[in-house]
């Protein structure tokens, strides 16, 4: 039973300049305990998806299509419902722990507070849960009376993860969540949250631009660029046999979990990822693709069947397949 259906989600931002079309037609879905990862380079629109999820976007922001939460439209709810099911029924863990925290209020404070917003727990029972949580992640206990400066880059993440788990949601949404630290703890916060969505049979949605942390984690894998899914399937199978050539040349990049390289561009790829308001026409990786055709420019493209249970936006597997 899937526990998150995404149907033809669009967003665009409508700013002064005109309109960015950051999210464009992405389907999904995800099965109640499924991890799935979310990849692309910077711009792909990832986070603009993941903020969509939870009605979290800016003002600015249309959202296009049906995001269906357990069957419920989240995209049609009440505000007020809407409030319940953040924290209590899907939680976020954004980049940069740091950002996150309020640097004037105690730790233990911070994890708490989702679960009495939310009349989950009386004081008594909240700090006793806040000591469980913080076990969960690692912490010892008496780290709740810290404040986040105490803490290093690592602890404050795993700090987020304790209050993104403390309502025990069914869906846990983490973006980028071990980016800005180095890579021996980055290993430790991936372990820690792979556990963790096992452990509390969670489902996970985790956004990164490396494709071999995403491979680690996560069962299924949809590989984004300018908005759009280009690639989707089981994340092994996506990591080491890409179809699309754009995952190719970011699995090229990342070869192994927290290898320095990952810091660096898509290997074999020129160029940038295309501005959303100036999208080439036709497939738009074709003015950076090594494997373009004459049609590429023109080509009314579409995720096409590339294997059992996958399916890639790329003309060759389109040939391939013989899908039409
Ligand atoms: N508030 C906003 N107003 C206008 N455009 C925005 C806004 N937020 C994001 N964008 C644009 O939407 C596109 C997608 O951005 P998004 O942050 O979702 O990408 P991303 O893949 O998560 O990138 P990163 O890995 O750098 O976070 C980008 O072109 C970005 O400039």
Request: contains cysteine; proline residues 7%; negative net charge.
């Amino acid at each position: 039973m899937s526990l998150l259906e995404l149907e033809d989600v669009s967003v665009t931002y409508r700013i002064a300049s005109g309109e960015v079309p950051a999210v464009r037609g992405v389907s999904l879905t995800l099965d109640s305990g499924a991890a799935l990862g979310v990849a692309g380079e910077s711009g792909s629109g990832k986070s603009t998806l993941a903020m969509a999820l939870l009605r979290l976007l800016p003002r600015d922001a249309h959202v296009g299509g049906r995001i269906l939460l357990d069957g419920e439209d989240v995209l049609t709810m009440k505000w007020g419902r809407m409030r319940a099911v953040r924290w209590a029924e899907a939680s976020i863990v954004f980049q940069g722990a740091q950002h996150g925290l309020n640097p004037v209020r105690r730790i233990g404070d911070q994890i708490a507070e989702p679960l009495l917003v939310h009349g989950l727990a009386k004081p008594d029972a909240a700090g006793r849960r806040v000591t469980e949580l913080l076990e969960q992640v690692g912490l010892p206990a008496w780290r709740a009376r810290s404040y986040p400066h105490e803490l290093s880059g690592g602890q404050r993440q795993r700090v987020m993860i304790a209050m993104a788990l403390a309502c025990s949601p069914r869906l846990i949404i983490a973006d980028e969540p071990t980016t800005a630290l180095d890579v021996m703890v980055q290993a430790q916060v991936l372990s820690l949250i792979k556990e963790l969505v096992a452990e509390h049979d969670i489902s996970l949605i985790m956004i990164s631009h490396d494709l071999s942390v995403l491979a680690d984690v996560c069962d299924q894998l949809a590989v984004m660029y300018a908005g759009r899914v280009v690639e989707h399937g089981p994340s092994t199978e996506v990591f080491h046999d890409a179809k699309h050539p754009y995952s190719r040349a970011l699995a090229a990049a990342f070869p192994t979990v927290g290898d320095p390289a990952s810091r660096l561009a898509p290997k074999g790829l020129g160029g940038d990822p295309p501005d959303p308001m100036q999208l080439p026409s036709g497939c738009a990786f074709h003015p950076r693709c090594p494997v373009a055709l004459d049609e590429c420019p023109t080509l009314d493209v579409e995720l096409w069947p590339a294997g059992e249970r996958r399916s890639a936006a790329c003309v060759h597997v389109r040939e391939k397949e013989g899908a039409s």
